[in-house]
């Protein structure tokens, strides 16, 4: 079983870029990486997903390095509505059963 | 388009007694989820739907939990007895495919007292 690990928390202050960043030394080939952001008792919401290199949204940046055992989420220009729970998660899009394992996540807590 | 609809929001019940929880997918998602997630965790599978057929379950403690999603649509997971540790936030999800981006419901808080 893959798992994540994530720092447990991170403080930032409005306007500042934010990386988050997830190990995954276990990676499979057939892994995707994940990362959803959750507010106070609402449920996760997707920020965006890649397999390799660097993905790019909207919202959020993805970099990805060639050996695919970590990945950063990059939150540019934080503001207060961005202070929430994020997690980085694994999914498999092959065959075959596989295991969901969201971890603890990494709050954020932006300062004004 | 509406999202994932749970239902209850929140139930309290007294611990033995059985309860029920309701989700409804986005309409034509294959995949359903159901995850438990307690005070200061992240979601944890307990089961995962492909269309009717449950895949996924070994985290589902099945001597007081089951599920089941008739017709590939809706689903329910139950729980009976319920004990004290089933107290946590029960969310639901859907995706289109395996691996695809889960879209997740509000979830219902159980609280078993």
């Known amino acids: 079983l893959a798992k994540t690990t994530q720092p447990i928390s991170m403080d930032s202050y409005e306007g500042q870029e934010v990386n988050i960043t997830c190990s995954h030394n276990?990676?499979?080939?057939?892994?995707?990486i994940t990362w959803y952001q959750q507010f106070p008792s609402q449920g996760p919401r997707f920020i965006i997903q890649g397999y390799k290199t660097k993905v790019t949204n909207e919202v959020a940046s993805l970099f990805i390095p060639a050996d695919r055992k970590s990945s950063t989420l990059s939150l540019p220009r934080v503001s207060l509505s961005d202070t929430a729970v994020y997690y980085c998660l694994l999914t498999d899009s092959g065959a075959g059963s596989y295991q969901l394992t969201f971890g603890k996540g990494t709050k954020l807590s932006v300062i004004p | 388009e509406a999202g994932v609809v749970q239902s209850p929001r929140y139930k309290i019940i007294e611990k033995k007694q059985p309860v029920a929880f309701w989700c409804n997918p986005i309409?034509?998602?294959?995949?359903l989820y159901w995850y438990r997630q307690n005070l200061g965790q992240g979601p944890e599978l307990l089961i995962r739907y492909e269309n009717e057929e449950a895949v996924d379950d070994s985290q589902l403690p099945k001597d007081r939990f089951s599920a089941e999603r008739l017709k590939g649509v809706d689903s329910t997971l139950k729980i009976q007895p319920a004990e004290l540790g089933d107290s946590a936030v029960y969310l639901c999800?859907?995706?289109?495919?395996?691996?695809?981006?889960?879209?997740f419901g509000p979830g219902t808080r159980l609280t078993v007292t």
């Open positions: 276990n990676i499979a080939t057939n892994d995707y």
């Open positions: 309409s034509g998602h294959n995949t």
């Open positions: 999800a859907s995706s289109y495919t395996r691996g695809a981006e889960q879209y």
